[in-house]
T-cell receptor
Framework: AQKITQTQPGMFVQEKEAVTLDCTYD???????LFWYKQPSSGEMIFLIY??????QNATEGRYSLNFQKARKSANLVISASQLGDSAMYFC???????????????FGTGTRLKVLA | KAGVTQTPRYLIKTRGQQVTLSCSPI?????VSWYQQTPGQGLQFLFE???????NKGNFPGRFSGRQFSNSRSEMNVSTLELGDSALYLC???????????????????FGEGSRLTVL
């Protein structure tokens, strides 16, 4: 079974509008972290936002916010006021296990290709 | 602060050859992990090194190997290349510090631009 599911292979959004990229996850580990990364055509993965499993509030970073619904096991990325430079692949990822213990692993979703239209 | 540096950026090999890819992590990062990215399989975890020891390993054949040096730089090697090994190989470093208090350490991965390998 997929541990990270991104159901939208591709999305279009008009410039200056908001867009939500979906991500659901599956884990029985009480301690986990959720990440969103952006991958432009250059290939580099760029960290956008992080949500810890114990965080009470939804994470925000500038135009990015993470809609964390723990009971539903979803961690959707919301990009407000889309810009042309936001066109890229977006990956949701989960870290299971404790960083401090060294016994952790990252699992990535299959990604969503976002195209911002002028 | 310099980012993660991967070399070479692009390379072409033929079946049966071997290849070595290099990764220099961000200064102070002791964890280096490697991922294979292909259109069909997405990002697949290869292995992770911490303080010169392989700490975690993905589900790849023994043709894929790696090592980490005392300065945290890492190399990965693929022997007896197959067509299916054509991929973007991404290296990531992080501040993961086992056994040390780091309450603000999210374990965020910092990626390089990758090495794009084409096997003919």
């Amino acid at each position: 079974a997929q541990k990270i599911t991104q159901t939208q292979p591709g999305m279009f959004v008009q410039e200056k509008e908001a867009v939500t990229l979906d991500c659901t996850y599956d884990t029985s580990d009480p301690s986990y972290g959720l990440f969103w990364y952006k991958q432009p055509s250059s290939g580099e993965m760029i960290f956008l936002i992080y949500q810890g499993s114990y965080d009470q509030q939804n994470a925000t970073e500038g135009r990015y916010s993470l809609n964390f619904q723990k009971a539903r096991k979803s961690a959707n990325l919301v990009i407000s006021a889309s810009q042309l430079g936001d066109s890229a692949m977006y990956f949701c990822a989960m870290r299971e296990g404790l960083v401090l213990s060294g016994t952790y692993k990252y699992i990535f979703g299959t990604g969503t290709r976002l195209k911002v239209l002028a | 602060k310099a980012g993660v540096t991967q070399t070479p950026r692009y390379l072409i090999k033929t079946r049966g050859q071997q290849v070595t890819l290099s990764c220099s992590p961000i200064s102070g990062h002791r964890s280096v992990s490697w991922y294979q990215q292909t259109p069909g399989q997405g990002l697949q975890f290869l292995f992770e090194y911490f303080s010169e020891t392989q700490r975690n390993k993905g589900n790849f054949p023994g043709r894929f190997s790696g090592r980490q040096f005392s300065n945290s730089r890492s190399e990965m090697n693929v022997s007896t290349l197959e067509l299916g090994d054509s991929a973007l190989y991404l290296c990531a470093s992080s501040l993961a510090m086992a056994g040390q208090g780091a309450p603000t350490n999210t374990g965020e991965l910092f990626f390089g631009e990758g090495s794009r390998l084409t096997v003919l």
